[in-house]
């Protein structure tokens, strides 16, 4: 009875070790906000331009960010796509700005907001995508969220 104890108390340590090395592993998704956006060039059949992105880290550890691609639907329709490409690290629940190149679709961005020319109602978006960091066990964090931006 004294040879198994030993086993027992060994596998419930390791049992320990490994669900404590599993919650490092777990990052939740990071926030992102718009600063300041800026055209870069139009042509008729889309926009390119330079968006100043806030990025806040919910995690107590930094995130070495590698780059960002993401997707923008507005009321279910895309809007355009973007990417950053440049390293950057945002500390640990902080935050950092960034720059990004997005490429909206004019024809769908100009339906929807002539759809709701003089309405005082809100356009709902969905901005989803990934983060991809430099180092680290998880290589890669999606995100999706939604919300509401109003009209003026």
């Known amino acids: 009875m004294g040879i ?12 320990i070790a490994l669900g404590g090395c599993a919650s490092t592993f777990k990052l939740e998704p990071p926030q992102l906000s718009v600063v300041s956006m800026k055209v ?7 926009q390119r331009m330079q968006i100043r992105m806030r990025v806040q880290n919910p995690n ?16 279910d329709a ?3 796509q973007g990417s950053a490409d440049t390293p950057f690290v945002v500390p640990s629940m902080g935050e950092a700005e960034f720059d990004m190149v997005f490429t909206a679709n004019l024809a769908t961005a100009l339906s929807q907001l002539l759809s709701r ?11 989803r995508g990934e983060v991809a960091l430099s180092s680290g ?11 509401s931006v109003k009209l003026k």
């Open 137 to 147: 066990f998880l290589r890669h964090i999606p995100f999706d969220e939604r919300g």
């Open 117 to 127: 020319k003089g309405s005082s109602q809100s356009i709902d978006y969905r901005l």
């Open 4 to 15: 198994r104890e030993p086993p027992r108390a060994a596998a419930a340590v390791l049992l």
């Open 60 to 75: 107590d550890r930094e995130l070495p960010i590698k780059g960002i691609t993401y997707r923008i639907e507005v009321n």
């Open 78 to 80: 895309e809007l355009g």
């Open 40 to 46: 870069q060039s139009a042509d008729i059949f889309s």
